[in-house]
């Protein structure tokens, strides 16, 4: 199965403010590799001081990177009709949106999924399902907070979860991880949700 992983870590906490990015790319169920970038955000020279606190990136630290319409260039082509997992995707993917539209940059076509919303259906009653948390129990061992060991992280957790319920395929999703993947296209998204589970009848006949 090929997929890729991503993280963002941002500048403030505004959602166009990506100052890294990190991918995982996944090959037929293997890790190929991981690159991250730095990215000038839109706020520069401003940092949040607890962004910074979380993930050490400080303005010097991108003065000399491109900004993400720059960048967009590279990326495009590697996200473009894959399919893309993070762990919290809402965050993640909301950053994506939010700097493509700032930059007035249209999406790209992908199907997208969250790690911690299929976690909680692989490994169900776990006491807390952040990425840290799962990775400890999983023997995982990154630097918590940089895009690159987050991705590569997030594509470690997602094998074992696909290897766990026997996973190969997008459309198997629904079925074995009980969620159903979201979408970005051109003009608009739809979001990775929890698959319901059939309402039972009450009706004694």
Not at 50 to 67: L, R
Not at 155 to 171: F, M
Request: aromatic residues 10%; positive net charge.
């Amino acid at each position: 199965m090929n997929f890729i992983t991503l993280d963002f870590e941002t500048a403030t906490p505004e959602r166009d403010s990506p100052c890294e990015i990190g991918l995982t790319f996944v090959r037929n169920g293997q890790i190929a590799e991981t690159e991250s970038w730095l990215i000038k955000p839109k706020s520069y020279p401003y940092f949040n001081g607890m962004n910074i606190s979380i993930h050490g990136i400080k303005p010097q630290d991108v003065k000399n990177s491109p900004e993400f319409d720059q960048l967009w260039r590279e990326l495009h082509p590697l996200l473009q009709n894959q399919l893309v997992i993070a762990h919290n995707a809402s965050f993640d993917m909301s950053v994506l949106r939010a700097t493509l539209n700032t930059y007035r940059l249209p999406f790209p076509e992908l199907h997208y999924a969250c790690s911690v919303q299929f976690s909680k259906q692989v490994w169900q009653g776990l006491p807390q399902y952040d990425l840290k948390s799962l990775c400890n129990r999983h023997g995982i061992q990154f630097k918590h907070h940089r895009a690159a060991a987050d991705s590569y992280a997030c594509a470690e957790l997602t094998l074992r979860a696909l290897e766990q319920v026997n996973c190969h395929h997008l459309t198997d999703f629904p079925e074995k991880l009980k969620i159903n993947p979201g979408r970005l296209f051109a003009g608009g998204y739809t979001a990775s949700s929890v698959k319901k589970a059939p309402r039972r009848s009450t009706s004694p006949f």
